[in-house]
């Protein structure tokens, strides 16, 4: 890719046209009112941090407060969030900015200071392996369903605030991911077993939302965010991930956001492929990808571009929201 390329507009579709191919990573700063009302600090950051990136992917909005993954993160979960919502896309599209809202549920991955002292939920009743987190209680049949309601729910308001899209997040070992690995997910009905059945929530889930956007009559994207593999034994496998993402991506989400530590990683867990993540999921997807992780300078820059379409970039903005600014001139872009 020529250098300026990566500063030119990209057409991702479902309305996402982007001034260039730059994303704000989401980001859980957790600078929200106790019952996830945005704040001032929120506008802000977000103004400031927008303003040179294509598209901004707002972090961690838990669809229930059971399903909170911090304190003081996002709400969406009640249709009083929807005011505050509003002003921040407003904020981020002032910027000439796309607005993507991330939907979070937590499941077994939190605590209850974050959800306030409701009750933690996951796939099974197995604890997450991490210091203060319960044992879950299992998720009736009933209860899945209403956890899928949650989100459809949550999509429907990031719409009604004036976003552009919601991406699910299916990483970082929350409640999505939840399902998918063998590690947390031990039940024995259409949800858990065989491979094909540990992604069925989901795959159901993405089923619904494309379902609720074609009803929206107008441009409204999808993306979903995972991590490749689950470094614990015999966690989640990149097989399972690059399995779930070609599913997906037949189901029509508009992008695929990969979780990674650095964007040009190889596999923790078949380390008999020298082939970088990135490569495998762009073999099995037809959809624009994502990466991040270790963006920390202008070739930086360039290399994670021959890579995929996308390039998040977090702490660097987190630090100076002029970093961008200051790669372009690094490089030498008009």
Same mark, same amino acid.
């Given at each position: 890719?020529?250098?300026?390329?990566?500063?030119?507009?990209?057409?991702?579709?479902?309305?996402?046209?982007?001034?260039?191919? @730059?994303?704000?990573?989401?980001?859980?700063?957790?600078?929200?009112? =106790?019952?996830?009302?945005?704040?001032?600090?929120?506008?802000? @950051?977000?103004?400031?941090?927008?303003?040179?990136?294509?598209?901004? #992917?707002?972090?961690?909005?838990? *669809?229930?407060?059971?399903?909170?993954?911090?304190?003081?993160?996002?709400?969406?979960?009640?249709? =009083?969030?929807?005011?505050?919502?509003?002003?921040?896309?407003?904020?981020?599209?002032?910027?000439?900015?796309?607005?993507?809202?991330?939907?979070?549920?937590?499941?077994?991955?939190?605590?209850?200071? +974050?959800?306030?002292?409701?009750?933690?939920?996951?796939?099974?009743?197995?604890? $997450?392996?991490?210091?203060?987190?319960?044992? %879950?209680? $299992? !998720?009736?049949?009933r209860a899945v369903s209403k956890v899928m309601n949650q989100f459809i729910d949550a999509a429907h308001r990031a719409e009604r605030a004036g976003f552009d899209g919601v991406e699910l997040h299916g990483a970082n070992s929350f409640l999505l991911q939840q399902f998918v690995s063998p590690v947390s997910n031990a039940r024995t009905d259409?949800?858990?077993?065989?491979?094909?059945?540990?992604?069925?929530? %989901?795959?159901?889930?993405?089923?619904?939302?494309?379902?609720? /956007?074609?009803?929206?009559?107008?441009? @409204?994207?999808?993306?979903?965010?995972?991590?490749?593999?689950?470094?614990?034994?015999?966690?989640?496998? !990149?097989?399972?991930?690059?399995?779930?993402?070609?599913?997906?991506?037949?189901?029509?989400?508009?992008?695929?956001?990969?979780?990674?530590?650095?964007? $040009?990683?190889?596999? +923790?867990?078949? %380390?008999?492929?020298?082939? =970088?993540? #990135?490569?495998?999921?762009?073999?099995? *997807?037809?959809?624009? *990808?994502? /990466?991040?992780?270790? *963006?920390?300078?202008? %070739?930086? #820059?360039?290399?994670?571009?021959?890579?995929?379409?996308?390039?998040?970039?977090?702490?660097?903005?987190?630090?100076?929201?002029?970093?961008?600014?200051?790669?372009?001139?690094?490089?030498?872009?008009?």
């Open positions: 890719m020529e250098t300026s390329m990566v500063f030119s507009r990209i057409d991702l579709g479902a309305g996402l046209i982007l001034k260039n191919h @730059f994303v704000l990573t989401p980001l859980d700063m957790q600078l929200s009112r =106790e019952n996830g009302q945005i704040t001032q600090r929120d506008l802000a @950051f977000h103004r400031s941090r927008s303003r040179d990136v294509g598209l901004d #992917v707002v972090g961690s909005a838990y *669809v229930d407060l059971a399903g909170n993954t911090a304190p003081n993160s996002v709400a969406v979960d009640t249709e =009083e969030a929807i005011p505050g919502l509003t002003q921040l896309a407003e904020t981020i599209h002032q910027n000439q900015t796309k607005a993507v809202l991330q939907l979070v549920h937590a499941g077994r991955a939190t605590n209850k200071g +974050a959800t306030q002292g409701q009750t933690i939920i996951g796939p099974s009743s197995i604890a $997450a392996p991490f210091a203060g987190f319960p044992v %879950p209680e $299992a !998720l009736s049949d259409k949800y858990g077993g065989t491979l094909v059945r540990r992604l069925r929530f %989901p795959v159901e889930l993405m089923t619904r939302l494309t379902a609720l /956007v074609k009803s929206f009559h107008h441009d @409204f994207a999808l993306g979903y965010r995972l991590s490749p593999e689950e470094l614990i034994a015999d966690g989640m496998s !990149l097989v399972d991930t690059l399995a779930l993402a070609r599913v997906l991506d037949d189901c029509g989400i508009t992008y695929l956001s990969l979780s990674l530590r650095n964007y $040009a990683q190889t596999s +923790a867990t078949m %380390p008999a492929t020298q082939t =970088e993540i #990135v490569t495998l999921f762009k073999r099995v *997807v037809h959809c624009p *990808v994502m /990466v991040a992780g270790g *963006v920390k300078t202008g %070739p930086d #820059v360039i290399d994670a571009g021959q890579r995929s379409e996308l390039i998040g970039i977090g702490s660097a903005l987190i630090k100076d929201p002029n970093w961008l600014k200051k790669v372009r001139n690094e490089l030498n872009v008009d």
